[in-house]
């Protein structure tokens, strides 16, 4: 497969070939910032200090069931360049058609599955609905703020992970001194 789409490299994609993001199940959720700009508050003792636009991100987050009522929501935190959450989806009638996996051929030595079209109910249009809204809003008295392109997902599949991620949300002020999101510990390198 070429590395240049119309002569651009392109971002391997980070989701799961072959899963509907769609599909009942837990993920655990990190967005961040654009350039990791600290716009949702600082950390003192240990505790976020949320900022007028920490503020919003985390209103809107506890919105996104009222939107899709077929989300949950778990653990939440916002730290001052990124947020983590775990959300959700629980549909107890399938209401999403049956997707099919396509096969991309333009290298005929590959073939990587992927699903076209992921639809209204994927964790890509929760994730994209909540970050857009946020945008509108906080733009309104900040127009220089922005979120990275994309977000990270990771499949949680069993108690055990679950728990860790939890955890580690719980955990992750105590821990921005070390983070490899905090600025500081990127700029000393």
Wanted: contains cysteine.
């Amino acid at each position: 497969m070429s590395d240049k789409f119309k002569n651009q490299y392109r971002i391997p994609s980070t989701r799961l070939p072959c899963w509907d993001y769609s599909r009942n199940g837990y993920y655990f959720i990190t967005i961040c910032t654009q350039e990791r700009r600290h716009y949702f508050g600082e950390i003192v003792d240990n505790k976020m200090n949320l900022s007028e636009i920490g503020k919003i991100v985390h209103k809107y987050w506890f919105e996104i069931p009222k939107h899709f009522s077929f989300v949950e929501l778990d653990e939440f935190q916002i730290m001052p360049n990124h947020v983590h959450g775990i959300l959700i989806i629980n549909n107890v009638v399938s209401y999403v058609e049956k997707r099919h996996c396509l096969f991309s051929t333009a290298d005929t030595n590959i073939k990587i599955n992927r699903f076209q079209n992921q639809g209204k109910h994927t964790i890509s249009s929760i994730v994209g609905s909540y970050k857009s809204i946020c945008t509108k809003m906080i733009h309104k008295t900040n127009a220089t703020f922005g979120w990275q392109p994309g977000f990270y997902d990771n499949i949680i599949r069993t108690k055990k992970s679950f728990h860790y991620v939890q955890e580690y949300i719980k955990d992750n002020q105590t821990n921005w001194a070390t983070d490899r999101n905090n600025l500081k510990n990127v700029l000393s390198i």
